[in-house]
């Protein structure tokens, strides 16, 4: 029973510090962003946020965990002018992946579910024949027009 009860605090207390770092790093990495508003919030200890100069946060958002956030603002010899915009009253669940090249915006009042990934570029091109390789026949079916 005392050995539960000490368990117990000790978790309490571990959450506490958990909390209190989480909440040292948002604020000073907070102002590495674009512009983000004052009662959004995220979880810094377990996210991949990158390009944060060019990205937008709008009020009262918040984010799951495991958000990874990108605007690619440089890709080997290429470079782009990324924006990725989001409103206000945004939610974006667990295991979401955001990134952007070009320009993504996500208006206000937008729920995003968990493992969603937005993005506004592509990794090269896909055709059926691609789709239909060796190793991913019978995983996919594409049905021609």
Not at 35 to 45: M, T, V
Not at 95 to 123: M, P, Q, W
Request: hydrophobic fraction near 35%; proline fraction near 1%; charged fraction near 25%.
């Amino acid at each position: 029973m005392i050995i539960d009860y000490l368990i117990l605090k000790a978790y309490s207390f571990w959450k506490r510090v958990e909390r209190k770092a989480e909440w040292l790093l948002y604020q000073r990495i907070r102002n590495e962003f674009k512009a983000i508003g004052e009662k959004s919030h995220f979880s810094y200890l377990n996210s991949r946020i990158s390009g944060k100069s060019f990205i937008v946060i709008g009020e009262r958002c918040t984010f799951g965990n495991y958000l990874r956030m990108d605007a690619i603002g440089k890709y080997g010899e290429q470079n782009f002018s990324p924006k990725l915009i989001l409103g206000n009253d945004v939610v974006i669940n667990d295991y979401c992946h955001i990134g952007c090249a070009n320009e993504v915006k996500i208006g206000n009042n937008v729920l995003v579910a968990s493992r969603v990934t937005i993005l506004d570029h592509f990794h090269g091109n896909i055709t059926c024949e691609d789709i239909n390789t060796p190793h991913l026949k019978g995983h996919y079916q594409v049905n021609r027009l």
